[in-house]
């Protein structure tokens, strides 16, 4: 007969720092808990901590739409893909510095990565992406001034917005589309701490550390961004030129764009850096050459208000700043905390106080809605 022991469960322990998220359901929630992961069934007043563990602190999670793949990484950057169904690591990979934000798309065919002032967005296993290789990158950009800390996805999963301490917004396609270009939201006076998009627009939603909240109205319906393929050849594609100099032999040595970017830098893409391509607005043909009679884009943002929500929380502490925030896009209610422990409740657009509640004389460092509003999760 045999006589071993196998983990069970984890007691006492609390959560230290990291994000909370729901599953699917809205009945359960997943918490970082140091080095291991801990999932609390509110519905039955349970839980459960998986087996698995790592060698630093959890940080960074997020859970695919069907509840089926759980991303995980540590405070030095090492990720894991975990199977919700067998509760193993079934893939790792190394990232070159901490992950600040993790989200995967709506159509659960992509995931985004905020690490340094660089956005990795990377292919997820499934029969939805078509590809069962792990961590396999789609774009990788390097966006910003400062550390990118915050990402969110449109409901069509081809834009995303992508929030910085360097004071901006950047909204930036995925893949190359039809009546859009990348666009920047400033106006800030303090590092982004949130930004959503609204329910089925491209409409976005902006908060800053000074609680600064800005509300952006996009010139152009979802539904009209369209996937286009126009300057894929212009940035992928090599010279014609170049290319009929080589022969068959050294185009079939030529490693492909994700080679060529583990090769260089230790990644699995080639970095774009579009930090400047923000501002630009020209147009130009497949040549690349510049299209004078052409119309400008039609697609721009225009901010539609701004709120002060640090109002209150500084009555009782002048120095009180936003620590954390989340947004229901079906109810349209907005949830900042405070690093005074306090957390307030606000429905949009009219930007109506519905509760406020101090629960800490700590900060608070992670917040979360369930799925359908019914239950809030706060890290303190």
């Given at each position: 007969m045999k006589f071993a022991y196998k983990f069970s469960n984890l007691l006492g322990s609390v959560y230290r720092k990291g994000a909370l998220i729901f599953t699917p359901d809205g009945n359960s929630v997943i918490s970082p808990v140091g080095n291991r992961i801990t999932i609390f069934d509110l519905k039955n007043n349970k839980s459960h901590t998986l087996s698995l563990e790592s060698e630093h602190n959890y940080t960074a999670l997020d859970l695919s739409p069907n509840g089926c793949t759980l991303v995980a990484v540590n405070e030095a950057g090492e990720a894991q893909m975990i199977s919700m169904i067998s509760h193993t690591v079934i893939h790792r990979?190394?990232?070159?510095?901490?992950?600040?934000?993790?989200?995967?798309?709506?159509?659960?065919?992509?995931?985004?990565?905020?690490?340094?002032?660089?956005?990795?967005?990377?292919?997820?296993?499934?029969?939805?992406?078509?590809?069962?290789?792990?961590?396999?990158?789609?774009?990788?950009?390097?966006?910003?001034?400062?550390?990118?800390?915050?990402?969110?996805?449109?409901?069509?999963?081809?834009?995303?917005?992508?929030?910085?301490?360097?004071?901006?917004?950047?909204?930036?396609?995925?893949?190359?589309?039809?009546?859009?270009?990348?666009?920047?939201?400033?106006?800030?006076?303090?590092?982004?701490?949130?930004?959503?998009?609204?329910?089925?627009?491209?409409?976005?939603?902006?908060?800053?550390?000074?609680?600064?909240?800005?509300?952006?109205?996009?010139?152009?319906?979802?539904?009209?961004?369209?996937?286009?393929?126009?300057?894929?050849?212009?940035?992928?594609?090599?010279?014609?030129?170049?290319s009929r100099e080589l022969d068959e032999d050294e185009q079939e040595d030529d490693v492909g764009a994700d080679d060529d970017f583990e090769n260089a830098t230790g990644k699995d893409k080639e970095l774009e850096h579009v930090q400047g391509d923000f501002t630009k607005d020209d147009d130009r043909d497949e040549k690349g050459q510049l299209l004078i009679t052409k119309p400008k884009q039609s697609f721009k943002y225009k901010r539609l208000a701004r709120h002060y929500l640090a109002d209150e929380a500084r009555k009782e502490n002048p120095k009180a700043f936003v620590t954390a925030c989340a947004y229901n896009k079906q109810l349209k209610i907005l949830i900042t905390a405070f690093s005074t422990g306090v957390f307030y409740l606000h429905e949009l657009p009219d930007i109506s106080m519905i509760h406020s509640l101090s629960i800490s004389e700590h900060r608070i460092d992670s917040v979360t809605f369930n799925n359908t509003g019914d239950w809030i999760a706060l890290g303190v």
């Open positions: 990979y190394k990232f070159k510095a901490e992950v600040r934000a993790l989200r995967f798309s709506p159509d659960g065919k992509f995931f985004a990565a905020c690490t340094g002032n660089s956005v990795i967005v990377f292919r997820a296993p499934g029969e939805l992406s078509g590809t069962y290789n792990a961590f396999v990158v789609q774009r990788a950009f390097e966006i910003a001034y400062d550390e990118t800390v915050f990402v969110d996805w449109a409901c069509n999963s081809k834009i995303m917005a992508i929030g910085s301490k360097d004071n901006s917004v950047r909204v930036q396609g995925v893949e190359f589309l039809n009546n859009f270009r990348p666009f920047i939201l400033g106006g800030h006076r303090d590092a982004i701490v949130g930004c959503f998009f609204e329910e089925k627009t491209l409409d976005v939603n902006t908060v800053s550390k000074d609680g600064q909240l800005m509300l952006w109205e996009c010139s152009v319906e979802v539904d009209d961004v369209t996937s286009g393929d126009g300057l894929i050849r212009i940035k992928e594609e090599p010279d014609a030129k170049k």
